[in-house]
């Protein structure tokens, strides 16, 4: 065991050193296969990456099994070069079959998945998911033809608009357009519950040839109770479109006094334009006086003392809670706005 031992030593510390190099070389095949060995490992990262560096591989490996069995006629160099070839081709195959696993099958859902759901780093698997509620099928929509009539065309599906363009209206009054990559009945999807029914409110028809996709309602429900990550991912896209639509339309919206009315505070109409309140009762020459309905202008001792602020503001004892703050709005909690519906009442000027 002890001579075993030291004679392995010997091999290792005490290695024959060349005398000599030989001036012959292994031959075409055997630098064709290093040189293409060489070239593959400079491949990256990720599927390509490696099919890329087994596609380099196995043809240097073949060079070198045949290197092996023909010019060396070695038993170990053609098996192992052999063995690490058939390797490489099982990786080829594997990492063919992955990849089309993970393609799309269309152009046009490839071009949807790089324009708007790889930006939210959705993975591939999870968009196929999707792309398989709507059973992969885009819908045409030719110039002129309607997808909606106000009144008539039941809420039961969900669209997203892939090209085109799409005009909403009302009563025949233009809203707003839909463009490319947005939901065509977003605010109509978000007016009902799932167990709720309803019909558009708004017209929508085609100006141009247009190309969309569309999950119907009661399937769209059912993926996004089983993966709570595509519910997520609903939430988001339709609330970012619902809000793209209401600026659409807030650019519509102005009260009397030629004010620009901000759609998410509509409790503050009386605050951005008291004056037209006023108008209504009275012309601006009134100085203030407060009319008798007989139309005379009373005495100055039936006018207040000061109109501009309540006896319970000027009261420091009065609670506060029951003051009335003018620069808050007297509901804050906006209303859900729907598509089509008539704008929001003003809410009434508190008496002073």
């Not at 039941?154 to 669209?159: A, V």
């Not at 017209?203 to 141009?208: C, D, F, K, Y």
């Not at 001792?301 to 109109?307: A, R």
């Amino acid at each position: 065991m002890d001579s075993n031992n030291s004679t392995l030593e010997d091999h290792l510390l005490y290695a024959p050193i060349c005398n000599g190099w030989t001036n012959n070389t292994e031959g075409a095949l055997y630098q064709l296969g290093n040189t293409i060995l060489f070239l593959g490992y400079m491949g990256g990262s990720g599927a390509y990456g490696c099919l890329f560096i087994f596609g380099f591989l196995s043809p240097a490996f073949l060079c070198l099994t045949l290197w092996g069995w023909m010019t060396m006629c070695g038993l170990d160099v053609l098996s192992w070069n052999g063995l690490l070839l058939f390797v490489c081709l099982i990786q080829i195959s594997h990492l063919l079959f992955r990849l089309h696993q993970e393609g799309l099958p269309s152009e046009e859902l490839t071009s949807l998945y790089q324009a708007v759901y790889l930006p939210l780093g959705v993975p591939v698997h999870v968009f196929k998911q999707i792309a398989g509620a709507f059973e992969n099928k885009v819908v045409e929509l030719k110039a002129g033809e309607t997808y909606a009539v106000e009144g008539k065309t039941s809420i039961d599906q969900l669209s997203f608009l892939l090209s085109g363009r799409i005009n909403v209206s009302l009563e025949g009054q233009f809203l707003h357009y839909i463009h490319r990559h947005q939901f065509l009945d977003s605010p109509e999807w978000e007016s009902l519950r799932p167990n709720e029914e309803g019909k558009f409110q708004v017209t929508l028809t085609a100006e141009e040839d247009s190309r969309y996709i569309t999950w119907r309602r009661r399937r769209l429900y059912l993926l996004m109770s089983k993966e709570r990550y595509i519910a997520r991912l609903f939430a988001v896209m339709l609330g970012y479109d619902i809000a793209e639509k209401l600026y659409n339309l807030n650019n519509k919206l102005y009260i009397k006094s030629g004010v620009l009315l901000d759609i998410r505070l509509p409790s503050l109409y009386h605050v951005l334009a008291p004056s037209s309140q006023g108008s209504e009762g009275g012309s601006g020459s009134d100085g203030g006086l407060i009319k008798d309905p007989k139309g005379e202008d009373p005495s100055p001792e039936d006018q207040p003392s000061d109109v501009s602020q309540p006896e319970h503001w000027r009261d420091p004892e009065k609670p506060t809670s029951d003051r009335w703050d003018p620069e808050l709005p007297s509901d804050p909690t906006p209303p859900r706005f729907l598509r089509g519906r008539a704008p929001l009442a003003p809410t009434e000027t508190p008496k002073l």
